[in-house]
Every structure is written in structure tokens, then in C-alpha cells.
């Protein structure tokens, strides 16, 4: 097994850390069948990445053991981003190598610099990946790790853009979905909602991201069990918002 390192991670504030703790906790609620779970948006850029990376730091905080696999194949922002570092020499293979029958699933899985966080790196990307996805050497892999893992969490594509989140999610047992505030139009989330439910795959809960929140809005978070969280560390705080309640179930759509 290789090692790879996550040189950055934007600092969350205790709002953004507490929001985190409460998905992840949701999550734990969810049942024993439920290992696999995908993380998808309805367009690029709504933190999903984020969310993701930030999901896996907390579940080996509090002890667990969880992957993450990088499926965006066609356009992934984990490496550069949270700037993974590779050891020297290694040849740097992932998931599209395994897919393309280049690697095996021990080739492709990764130690991370976080006690019991492994990762599966994107490998190279393509610009078209669907029939690799839609292989069985997929769900074989999320097979294998779920059998070594408390958790496997699935970095998917946006599903408003192309098909390859629902051909991902029949390989999962839940999907969240994570929606950017005042980003995303009603029929968009509507859309990508029917198209994930086609798959089979339940929808646990989304994820309310980027939400911008005042002194009012935080005494909620205390009061009334409203969870908020920096987004990515920008100047202007944004914020994430659950909206899966006990069992990760609340709100299903």
C-alpha cells in the first residue's frame, strides 16, 4: 500500500466543525446496510469535494476507519486543491487504472497522513469514463472496501452535467446531495432528484452549502438546531447547512 499526503485542508470554524460532526453523526444513524455512501451535486462548484474530503477527517477523528474514492473522473479538483502528495517515485495509479484492468484494488488504495483515512486517487482522467464505471470491477472495488471499512464515502460528478453520478450510485447503498445556497433552481434539484431515484439508490439528505449567516442566524444554530459551517475558508464565510435529520433519513426525496 502506498501513502499520500493532504498538505491542505481550510481550517473549519466551530460552526463549520460542529455542522460536520452532525452529518457524520447522521450518518452513523443510518444503519448497518449503509456503507457506501455517494456525494454528488446538480452542478460543478457547490463544495461537494469539500464536503466530502471534510466528512472523511472527521469520521477518522472520531475513530473510524473510512475510504474515499475519487470518481470524478472527467474533471476531479481533490488533488490540486487539498495538494496531494504523492511518494517519490510511485507510479501514482488510481481508479481509472483499476477500471482499465491496470491496477488492483491494493495498487490503487492509499494511506493518508490522517489515522484511518485511506483514499483511491483519481488516476487519469478521461473524458469519458462511463463505460469503465459502469463495469463490475466498480462495484467490486466499493465491494472490497466496504468489507474493510467503517465507511466508504464516493466523490461523484455533478448530475445535472453527465449521466455518470447515477451510474455510480447503483453501486452505492445512500446518496447526500450537496446544493449550494441560492445557486441551483428549483427543477434543476428537481431533475437531478428523479434521476438519482431511477438508480435504485436511496437519497439520505442533502447538504445546504454556502450559506451566509449573521449573529441572528447563529444563536438559531444554538436554539433552535439549525447547523451551519465555513465553506472553504473564503473571505466572505459561507456555510453548510444539513438538512438530514436522525438516521441521515429526514427529508427524503
Known sequence: MNDVTIARFPNLSYAGAEAINTLCT?????????????????????????ISMNIMRTLSKLGKKVALVDADIRRSMINSRFGLQYEAGSERRGLSHLLARMASEEDVLYRTNLPGAYMVPVGRELSNPLPLLSSPRFGRLLDWLAGRMDCVLVDAPPVGAVIDAAEIAKSCDGILIVVAYNSVRRKELADAVQQLRQTGCPILGT??????????????YYYKSHYYGNYEGEEKPGAAQSSAGKGARTRKK
Request: proline letters at 0%; hydrophobic letters at 30%; glycine letters at 8%.
Open 207 to 220: 447538504v445546504l452549502n454556502r450559506v451566509e449567516f449573521d449573529s441572528y442566524m447563529s444563536k438559531k
Open 26 to 50: 447522521n450518518l452513523s444513524f443510518s444503519g448497518e446496510g449503509t456503507k457506501k455512501v455517494m456525494l454528488t451535486s446538480c452542478q460543478a462548484s457547490e463544495g461537494k469535494s469539500f
